[in-house]
Antibody
Framework: EVQLVESGGGLVQPGGALRLSCTASGFTLSDYWMHWVRQAPGKGLVWVSRITNDGTGATYADSVKGRFTISRDDAKNALYLQLNSLRVEDTATYYC????????????????WGQGTLVTVSS | QSVLTQPPSVSGAPGQRVTISCTGSSSNFGAGFHVHWYQQLPGTAPKLLIYGNTNRPSGVPDRFSGSKSGTSASLAISGLQAEDEADYYCQSYDTSLSAYVFGTGTEVTVL
């Protein structure tokens, strides 16, 4: 059974940092591109970042570029998102998602989603 | 501010058919990129409902169908059921932003 479990969220002050983790099981992580998507309380979904299966291709939303870094450690079955210089507007539940392999080059961001981890940025 | 626009809410009686529109532009749907749809039940993570404009992942009932034409797309739910009460999001890729984009979201209410 495919599972994605996020962790690392919490309360942090503006300007602070956090590292989110996503532990994958039930599939071979190294075969898949992965994404992070966030959702502010009561708001819609917003794409944050994507990394290719070989780790060489990372892309970011303009709102987080230069502050967030996506990475992966396939040996540990883990995906990460380093959040630096956090702002109040970064407050959200962060989901890791698996890009499906059955859709060619134009794919949805996720056929499987974790349960999310909540990041709250507040003084 | 999302580049894909959806109505905030739609509603219907059990058994009825409802449709949710998703309006894009020449830099996403008009550029040939697909629309994908997600269902988010209250308090849960989103679930993939439709991919590649019209395709249903295994396990998704055929009451759900998708379409795309030009710079617009739509999701139809036929035979509406109480369990379909949820938020629905469209998603695509935008070449102007070089980013994956989601729609503004639509809340479906079963009367």
């Amino acid at each position: 059974e495919v599972q994605l479990v996020e962790s690392g969220g919490g309360l942090v002050q503006p300007g602070g940092a956090l590292r989110l983790s996503c532990t994958a099981s039930g599939f071979t992580l190294s075969d898949y591109w992965m994404h992070w998507v966030r959702q502010a309380p009561g708001k819609g979904l917003v794409w944050v970042s994507r990394i290719t299966n070989d780790g060489t291709g990372a892309t970011y939303a303009d709102s987080v570029k230069g502050r967030f870094t996506i990475s992966r450690d396939d040996a540990k079955n883990a995906l990460y998102l380093q959040l630096n210089s956090l702002r109040v507007e970064d407050t959200a539940t962060y989901y890791c998602t698996r890009r499906p392999s059955f859709c060619g080059s134009d794919c949805p961001t996720g056929d499987y989603w974790g349960q999310g981890t909540l990041v709250t940025v507040s003084s | 501010q999302s580049v894909l626009t959806q109505p905030p809410s739609v509603s219907g009686a059990p058994g009825q058919r409802v449709t949710i529109s998703c309006t894009g532009s020449s830099s996403n749907f008009g550029a040939g990129f697909h629309v994908h749809w997600y269902q988010q039940l209250p308090g849960t993570a989103p679930k993939l409902l439709i991919y590649g404009n019209t395709n249903r992942p295994s396990g998704v009932p055929d009451r759900f169908s998708g379409s795309k034409s030009g710079t617009s797309a739509s999701l139809a739910i036929s035979g509406l059921q109480a369990e379909d009460e949820a938020d629905y999001y469209c998603q695509s890729y935008d070449t102007s932003l070089s980013a994956y984009v989601f729609g503004t979201g639509t809340e479906v209410t079963v009367l």
